[in-house]
């Protein structure tokens, strides 16, 4: 039995505090036509399943919280039961994707059976059929669910076969086999402390220059819980979404990252504040240089672990400069802010919380997971997530992945949530909002879009003075 993180623990509490929050991600892929049937569909995905074993096992909890609960194989599995099948309604547009990934990415996920469900989507224009994938949060952080496009769809027209299939679940643990492996876990946690810190020991010189960089990024974060100036982009939310997206070029991106010396990540988060700046301006709100923090995951992976269905990410807290007029300056701003708190070492503080919470006793961990959660959180006002995805073409049942729509949930306050996503060429951002105070959704990407087009005419204005 392995055991969730108090990372993707997490994410599961802060569903128990909220009765609001769907902690769920997922994206809309588009393909080509013509539609396959939903059948081959079905068996496509029962085919792939001995390549991602989590998508086989259930949670399983442990009296008293005595551990994290643990991933075990589900006795009841039915792939049925997570592949469905939709139609859109005509004419099968924008507004209805929105309604549809609105609906199906705010629905709670039965914990009693494995966190993921595929949609079959029909009915959109041009013959072309859709994938909405939806993986709950303490199962996968972006990049290990991009990951998993590797393994359910294909690099060539051709299918792949798929591999043997075995597969027969292990007998599910009772009680007294869980509870007395969470005591183990109680017990042992504190030797692999200890071993750990004397790995640290032995070689002392890179041990003082982590705590060293723990410590200044900690006292950056720190610096994090003064509460944000109040503005429409927080507030109290329900349950409800909406949903829309804007795709724009990646090679424009890439352009105005040579221009101007900075990195694609800064580009995108400089249009974001663009597209925050006009929607605040729309709202007659004028726009305050601490109206508007984000939460930056950061994936904390070493190479290799891409594959690895859990979350590994640490954040950032940078403010966004919405109350700066010109694209160039917020462009500068951006990138200033975002190398100053990796120089302080933010991000590697993240990970130092994260991995000390690895070592405690699971019960505490959780209440102060849980006391944390109950408290309105009033020092982010946005979550904005970039995840690379794939550059090269998919294939799904022999039909060409066209564009990904990424989707990222939000609670606690925030208003709008930002994920961002690359494929082939394109690079989308994915916005959700909680639907009684976003009706002006659509404000906020046209600002995106509007952003870039002005940094890319700068970059081009400056390559040919």
Same mark, same amino acid.
């Given at each position: %039995?392995?055991?969730?993180?108090?990372?993707?623990?997490?994410?599961?509490?802060?569903?128990?505090?909220?009765?609001?929050?769907?902690?769920?991600?997922?994206?809309?892929?588009?393909?080509?036509?013509?539609?396959?049937?939903?059948?081959?569909?079905?068996? /496509?995905?029962?085919?792939?399943?001995?390549?991602?074993?989590?998508?086989?096992?259930?949670?399983?909890?442990?009296?008293?919280?005595?551990?994290?609960?643990?991933?075990?194989?589900?006795?009841?599995?039915?792939?049925?039961?997570?592949?469905? #099948?939709?139609?859109?309604?005509?004419?099968?547009?924008?507004?209805?994707?929105?309604?549809?990934?609105?609906?199906? %990415?705010?629905?709670? %996920? #039965?914990?009693?059976?494995?966190?993921?469900?595929?949609? $079959?989507?029909?009915?959109?224009?041009?013959?072309?059929?859709?994938?909405?994938?939806?993986?709950?949060?303490?199962?996968?952080?972006?990049?290990?669910?991009?990951?998993?496009?590797?393994? !359910?769809?294909?690099?060539?027209?051709? +299918?792949?076969?798929?591999?043997?299939?075995?597969?027969?679940?292990?007998?599910?643990?009772?009680?007294?086999?869980?509870?007395?492996?969470?005591?183990?876990?109680?017990?042992?946690?504190?030797?692999?402390?200890?071993?750990?810190?004397?790995?640290?020991?032995?070689?002392?010189?890179?041990?003082?220059?982590?705590?060293?960089?723990?410590?200044?990024?900690?006292?950056?974060?720190?610096?994090?819980?003064? +509460?944000?100036?109040?503005?429409?982009?927080?507030?109290?939310?329900?349950?409800?979404?909406?949903?829309?997206? !804007?795709? *724009?070029?990646?090679?424009?991106?890439?352009?105005?990252?040579?221009?101007?010396?900075?990195?694609? #990540?800064?580009?995108?988060?400089?249009?974001?504040?663009?597209? $925050?700046?006009?929607?605040?301006?729309?709202?007659?709100?004028?726009?305050?240089?601490?109206?508007?923090?984000?939460?930056?995951?950061?994936? /904390?992976?070493?190479?290799?672990?891409?594959?690895?269905?859990?979350?590994?990410?640490?954040?950032?807290? +940078?403010?966004?400069?919405?109350?700066?007029?010109?694209?160039?300056?917020?462009?500068?701003?951006?990138?200033?802010?975002?190398?100053?708190?990796?120089?302080?070492?933010?991000?590697?503080?993240?990970?130092?919380?994260?991995?000390?919470?690895?070592?405690?006793? $699971?019960?505490?961990?959780?209440?102060?997971?849980?006391?944390?959660?109950? *408290?309105?959180?009033?020092?982010?006002?946005?979550?904005?997530?970039?995840?690379?995805?794939?550059?090269?073409?998919?294939?799904?049942?022999?039909?060409?992945?066209?564009?990904?729509?990424?989707?990222?949930?939000?609670?606690?306050?925030?208003?709008?949530?930002?994920?961002?996503?690359?494929?082939?060429?394109?690079?989308?951002?994915?916005?959700?909002?909680?639907?009684?105070?976003?009706?002006?959704?659509?404000?906020?990407?046209?600002?995106?879009?509007?952003?870039?087009?002005?940094?890319?005419?700068?970059?081009?204005?400056?390559?040919?003075?």
């Amino acid at each position: %039995m392995e055991r969730l993180t108090p990372l993707a623990a997490t994410f599961l509490e802060a569903e128990d505090v909220d009765p609001n929050a769907a902690l769920a991600i997922g994206s809309f892929m588009v393909f080509e036509g013509p539609v396959p049937q939903f059948e081959e569909f079905v068996e /496509s995905i029962r085919g792939r399943l001995p390549l991602i074993p989590r998508y086989r096992q259930r949670l399983r909890t442990t009296p008293l919280q005595l551990a994290a609960p643990y991933w075990v194989d589900d006795p009841n599995f039915d792939v049925r039961w997570h592949v469905r #099948n939709t139609a859109l309604p005509a004419p099968g547009g924008r507004e209805e994707i929105g309604r549809l990934m609105s609906r199906v %990415m705010t629905t709670r %996920m #039965n914990r009693e059976r494995p966190l993921w469900e595929y949609w $079959f989507v029909t009915g959109l224009p041009e013959g072309r059929w859709a994938l909405l994938s939806k993986l709950h949060h303490c199962l996968a952080d972006g990049v290990s669910g991009t990951d998993l496009y590797r393994l !359910v769809l294909d690099l060539a027209p051709t +299918p792949t076969p798929p591999p043997p299939d075995d597969w027969s679940p292990a007998p599910m643990p009772g009680t007294l086999e869980v509870t007395a492996r969470a005591a183990w876990d109680v017990v042992s946690s504190p030797v692999a402390a200890v071993r750990s810190a004397a790995a640290g020991l032995s070689t002392p010189g890179d041990l003082v220059r982590r705590t060293a960089a723990s410590t200044r990024g900690l006292l950056s974060l720190s610096g994090a819980l003064k +509460p944000i100036e109040p503005s429409s982009l927080t507030g109290i939310l329900d349950g409800t979404r909406r949903y829309d997206w !804007v795709t *724009v070029s990646l090679p424009e991106l890439k352009a105005v990252r040579k221009a101007f010396g900075v990195t694609v #990540n800064d580009v995108a988060l400089a249009v974001i504040s663009g597209g $925050f700046r006009q929607l605040l301006l729309s709202r007659g709100e004028e726009p305050s240089p601490h109206a508007l923090r984000s939460l930056v995951p950061v994936s /904390s992976r070493a190479p290799g672990t891409e594959s690895i269905t859990d979350n590994r990410v640490t954040l950032m807290l +940078p403010y966004l400069p919405v109350d700066i007029a010109s694209a160039t300056d917020r462009l500068r701003a951006v990138s200033d802010r975002v190398h100053s708190l990796r120089a302080q070492h933010e991000p590697e503080a993240g990970v130092s919380v994260t991995s000390a919470a690895e070592y405690g006793p $699971f019960g505490p961990v959780a209440w102060a997971i849980r006391t944390a959660l109950r *408290v309105p959180q009033r020092s982010v006002s946005t979550v904005t997530t970039n995840v690379p995805g794939p550059p090269v073409t998919l294939y799904g049942l022999g039909r060409e992945a066209l564009e990904v729509y990424p989707y990222v949930p939000i609670a606690d306050r925030v208003r709008i949530g930002v994920a961002m996503f690359s494929y082939r060429d394109t690079f989308t951002f994915g916005l959700t909002g909680d639907f009684p105070s976003t009706p002006d959704l659509h404000v906020l990407a046209e600002g995106i879009a509007s952003s870039l087009e002005e940094l890319v005419d700068l970059a081009e204005s400056a390559a040919t003075s």
